[in-house]
């Protein structure tokens, strides 16, 4: 198993976030998280990157993620937040090179072999073209591209996403969503959050669903990704709505 949580429990100023969650993240998988507003899913990713403190166990390839020092981590995990406000108009390139910096020494530069693998990872993502434009300047579905790059340059094989798609426009949205599934035939492990059961359903063989902290449903995302427990988590009539949005 490459991830692992058992009995998870996270509390911020006495109020309970997650309460009680158990669930395997096997190599290869995909895994989208769905839940409303609050529910806590950019609190999970953030747990399960050792961001936060928290109750229960949570195991990345068999290790507590507490015991992680933070460049040994980004080794296996790559983290693509929604947003990336950035202080300099950095390059496309230069973003991408930046996956490099967990295994560059402090003051050193990048060798000539990171900047080629960037080059290569932008080519990959249909954005090399970019990549002297600055970052800042460059669309929402092209910087998303450009931090998949980025996470390609780092090395890791485990790529954790909150919203991936949010304020992209529908193409693309498609762009990005045929990019996860790309890569996620080639054995890359995703996890993401997610508004869109459909998107959802698209690029992931699992799927959690959160409701007040804790796990309403989780496994195949085919048979759980239902009218039934999108009525759950979002107190709505979805049956009505499926086949009109």
Do not use: W
């Not at 609050?38 to 507590?64: C, D, H, P, Q, Y």
Request: one cysteine or more.
């Amino acid at each position: 198993m490459l991830v692992e949580v058992k009995n998870l429990k996270f509390a911020y100023k006495k109020r309970t976030i997650l309460d009680g969650l158990n669930f395997i993240i096997n190599e290869g998988d995909t895994l989208s998280i769905l839940g409303a507003n609050g529910s806590g899913k950019s609190t999970l990713l953030r747990i399960m990157l050792g961001f936060l403190k928290f109750e229960g166990e949570v195991k990345i390839a068999g290790k507590n993620v507490s015991e992680y020092s933070k460049n040994s981590l980004a080794k296996i995990i790559a983290y693509i937040p929604q947003t990336h406000a950035l202080s300099y108009d950095y390059t496309v390139f230069d973003i991408a090179l930046m996956g490099a910096l967990c295994r560059t020494p402090l003051f050193s530069n990048f060798s000539k072999n990171d900047k080629i693998l960037a080059e290569n990872a932008l080519e990959k993502m249909g954005v090399l073209h970019l990549k002297d434009e600055p970052y800042t300047r460059v669309s929402g579905g092209e910087r998303q591209l450009t931090y998949i790059a980025r996470t390609l340059v780092q090395g890791a094989k485990v790529i954790f996403m909150d919203e991936p798609t949010n304020g992209l426009d529908f193409g693309n949205q498609i762009k990005l969503l045929e990019m996860i599934r790309l890569l996620r035939d080639e054995g890359y492990t995703f996890v993401q959050t997610t508004h869109y059961p459909k998107h959802a359903k698209f690029v992931s063989n699992l799927v959690l669903f959160l409701k007040d902290g804790k796990i309403l449903e989780f496994g195949d995302s085919d048979s759980l990704i239902n009218s039934k427990n999108i009525d759950k988590i979002y107190g709505i009539d979805y049956e009505q709505y499926k086949d009109k949005l």
